[in-house]
């Protein structure tokens, strides 16, 4: 069974992903790329992609990650 997307209304499904630069374990829906760090999946802890991604100072991309599959 895969994790949906508290805000995606059951279309988007979130993968766990490590970001190359840093080998950090992050988790990532694939249509709104809302971010979490955490497998805890809720509406009142997620980022988003790009935010999460520039505060580091790397571009919100996801050839920027690597072993994307499903959580
Ligand atoms: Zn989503």
Redesign the pocket.
Known sequence: MSVL?P??EG??EVYRVVVKQTSETIYL??????VWLTENIGEDNATNFEDYMSEQGFEPLWSELDYIEKL
């Open positions: 997307c805000f995606c279309q988007g829906c694939g249509e709104c790329d809302s």
